[in-house]
């Protein structure tokens, strides 16, 4: 017994290091990445040496100095600019203030963006965008994986049949991204038919009754929804529906349907339980997967969420923005493995903690 | 090896595979034929032109084949040009009479008019009076002018004739019948100018455009631009980006799954934490990072893609089948005949894979054709190329969906929906050839 407890601890620990390694390191390339490696500071600067340059140049009452005095200005103004943003250290020092304060989730502030309040928070400004996010990705994901989950089981009990084949025949279509058939369903719906909003998230002027706005939001947020459901329900179904028929060959199944039992006991006892560990693994990533949305469908529906917001943050170089989106995904898979271990351990009494390696 | 070849034979108990294979050949003598059709110095003066390049063709244009679908006959292009035989010039001491006279038989107005001038002088600029002339016989000043050697006269954002036309845009006002003020008049329409020359050696050139509402096989974007460029282009560029990153991506990833299984210890302790961080980092925005702070380069965005597909999820599955390769008996006895870990690796256990590797190769490649798509979408696309991506931009950033230009969108779609079906189609089949648990489902 003591045995056991030893190697689970030693595992955890074992995890979490490992796991916290490699958060730090990925966060570390994030942030050299979002900076490219100190390029983005010369941007910055030269940003700055022209907006110096230009109110200096057009202020009234400065007109009339000698052009050396101008200078000397516009100088101390940049030096004071420079020194906000802690552009005069160099950058491989501030890389690794940056890190320390994105692993604490001291996310600080944004240098252009703002929420729509008026706050320059990186965490408020994220937290405005994340219900979008979370409505949008989060109806259609859910929706997409219970469809697939039960439409796969209920195949795999046909398979040969004319559904069957018909889903096989389409699986190949799901190559195509969200947004591309965004783009076709707002040609017939919006364009051609004209039934439905071609973006956005609510009509403008918002309503100001509560259930006419939700029914706004709800209209417009057909569209996406189908457009992400469409991309990967065939794909979806069709890998559950091998899957699940992969554990109606094992030896076991036969044996259970030789004694007589009936098929939902089957299902449920026989072929859901082995791949129970294997649908909570996705089900997992499928949830940390809606964090962050998806960058292009969120911008082809003009939908206000996460995506959008990093595509917006890296137009204008905004890398506190970019950053803490990345931490905050980072932080999520992290969690997310771990806890799928011990999960794992306690849905599978096969997986035997410690013993051999894990998964990941 | 033998395994791959017998698999490639079951192809054609496949129906879909083979109508992926004939896709993807299709495909690849389209972008032959691409390369030779347009070479691609003229593809780069071609897209990248402006209005010197494009001056004849119209705006938004659709491809001339709806014609063929619809009772109402769009107009094409008319060009009139002192320069090709066919147009009347005469020219006594000092006057220079034009006459640009052309048959117009569409059920709908053009999309635009202007006239070029080019006049010859050396002080004194010649000087020219214009009239329009309709198949009812009324006549329409257009006004009169002093041409400069190179000039152009807009005729449909004229607003002073618009004003007299009824406050109707030119190019309808002047096609119009008054009686009938909905279509346009069909018949012989004519411009005459009459030009005064004030030196012995002066003489005018005029080129009347009357754009049409359609054009060529594909029609034109907001820059005039003929889209069969970018489509015929679109689609070796595709092809090759994803070839090439797809080689390069599932090459490199083999060989270090095979390293890491076949070293063992650090080295493929090493391996595994490198694609952990790997799978912690946001690839799009990554490459969108790489697009708008450094490059849009095309060679740049595939090594940057291949830099981050490498350390995939491909690497655990190559690596757990390595794990089981390595202990065979024929690896024993490779290592007992003294054969060198380079050699063991290389010839004998990365062969092995090929058939997992080989569907997987061929599913990669559409979602790489997608990845260049969306990266165009995004505004990231290569800044000389013509691709199919870079076409979906332009038409959302114009409103194309917006204001009905459908062709805009559906051509370049419907393509990149082509060739990522011809490649899944294939890649399933394969799949399902090479994988023997699949065979049977």
Excluded: C
Aim: proline share 5%; charged share 15%; aromatic share 12%.
């Amino acid at each position: 017994m003591t045995e056991t407890i030893r190697r689970v601890v030693t595992y955890t620990v074992y995890r979490v290091v490992a796991l916290a390694l490699t958060v730090v390191v990925g966060v570390y390339l994030a942030i050299l990445i979002a900076n490219m490696g100190g390029y983005v500071d010369q941007i910055r600067k030269a940003q700055i040496d022209e907006a110096v340059g230009a109110s200096v140049l057009g202020d009234r009452s400065l007109q009339g100095l000698p052009p050396s005095e101008l200078r000397r200005i516009i100088d101390q103004r940049k030096e004071i600019e420079y020194k906000r943003l802690g552009l005069d250290k160099p950058f491989i020092v501030r890389s690794f203030a940056y890190l320390w304060d994105a692993l604490t989730l001291n996310l600080g502030r944004s240098e252009q963006l703002s929420s729509d309040s008026g706050s320059r928070q990186v965490r408020l400004i994220l937290l405005e965008r994340l219900p979008a996010t979370l409505l949008l990705f989060g109806t259609a994901n859910l929706l997409l994986f219970f469809f697939s989950l039960f439409a796969g089981l209920w195949l795999s009990r046909r398979y040969g049949g004319f559904l069957d084949r018909l889903v096989i025949a389409l699986t190949p279509t799901s190559v195509a991204p969200a947004w591309f058939y965004g783009i076709f369903l707002i040609l017939i719906f919006a364009s051609l038919l004209k039934v439905l909003p071609f973006g956005g998230m609510v009509e403008a002027p918002p309503p100001k009754d509560t259930l006419q706005y939700a029914l706004s939001v709800l209209k417009h947020m057909i569209l996406p929804t189908l457009a992400l459901w469409l991309s990967s329900i065939f794909i979806s179904i069709y890998s559950r529906r091998t899957f699940f028929l992969i554990f109606a060959s094992e030896d076991y199944v036969e044996m259970a349907r030789a004694k007589g039992l009936p098929s939902g006991i089957i299902e449920r006892r026989y072929i859901l339980r082995p791949t129970l560990p294997t649908i909570i693994t996705q089900f997992a990533f499928l949830l940390i997967g809606l964090w962050g949305g998806a960058i292009i469908l969120e911008t082809v529906f003009n939908w206000p969420g996460i995506g959008r917001l990093t595509f917006q943050a890296i137009g204008l170089y905004d890398t506190p923005v970019i950053v803490a989106s990345t931490v905050i995904y980072a932080y999520l898979l992290a969690l997310t493995v771990f806890l799928l271990d011990i999960v794992y351990a306690l849905v599978d009494p096969r997986v035997k903690v410690g013993a051999e390696g894990g998964a990941l | 090896m033998t395994a791959l070849r017998t698999g490639l034979q079951q192809i054609r108990r496949y129906p879909s595979a083979l109508v992926g294979l004939g896709i993807i050949v299709g495909l690849i003598v389209l972008a032959i034929a691409a390369v030779f059709i347009i070479p691609y110095e003229e593809a780069i003066r071609l897209w990248r032109g402006g209005e010197d390049v494009w001056q004849e063709s119209p705006r938004y244009a659709q491809p001339a084949w709806v014609n063929l679908f619809s009772a109402k006959k769009l107009p094409e292009t008319i060009v009139l040009s002192t320069l090709s035989p066919s147009v009347k010039k005469t020219r006594s001491d000092k006057t220079v009479t034009i006459s640009l006279a052309f048959d117009y038989a569409y059920d709908d107005f053009p999309s635009e008019l202007t006239l070029f001038f080019q006049a010859q002088y050396r002080e004194l600029l010649p000087y020219a009076r214009l009239s329009w002339r309709t198949p009812d016989g009324r006549e329409i000043s257009l006004g009169e002018r002093k041409l400069s050697a190179s000039d152009r006269y807009s005729i449909s954002q004229d607003t002073r004739l618009e004003r007299r036309l009824g406050n109707r845009p030119p190019e309808v006002g002047l096609f119009a019948a008054p009686t009938a003020p909905q279509v346009p008049l069909k018949g012989r329409y004519e411009l005459q100018i009459t030009g005064t020359l004030f030196e012995e050696h002066s003489d005018i050139d005029a080129k009347l455009v009357v754009y049409g509402k359609v054009y060529g096989l594909a029609g034109t974007d907001h820059k005039r631009r003929d889209l069969m460029v970018a489509l015929l282009w679109g689609a070796p560029v595709a092809l090759a980006f994803g070839f090439i990153v797809a080689i390069g991506t599932s090459l490199t990833t083999l060989i270090i799954a095979a390293i890491g299984a076949w070293y063992g210890r650090w080295v493929d302790a090493l391996i595994q934490r490198i694609t952990e961080v790997n799978i912690i980092l946001p690839t799009l925005v990554i490459l969108i990072i790489v697009g708008t702070f450094y490059s849009r380069n095309i060679w740049v965005m595939m090594l940057a893609i291949t830099a981050l597909s490498i350390f995939g999820a491909g690497i655990k599955v190559y690596r757990a089948i390595f794990l089981q390769i390595k202990e065979s008996p024929y690896i024993e006895a490779a290592r007992a005949y003294g054969a060198s870990n380079l050699r063991l690796i290389v010839r004998y256990m990365t062969p092995r894979v090929i058939p997992v590797l080989v569907p997987g190769f061929v599913t990669l490649i559409p979602s790489l054709v997608f990845l260049e798509a969306s990266l165009g979408v995004l505004g990231l696309g290569d800044p000389v190329l013509p691709t199919w991506g870079k076409v979906l931009n332009d038409a959302s950033t114009n409103g194309a969906l917006y204001k009905g230009y459908y062709y805009w969108v559906l051509s370049p779609s419907v393509l990149l929906m082509i060739t990522a079906l011809g490649f899944s189609l294939l890649g399933f089949a394969l799949d399902r050839i090479f994988n023997p648990r699949l065979r049977e489902l």
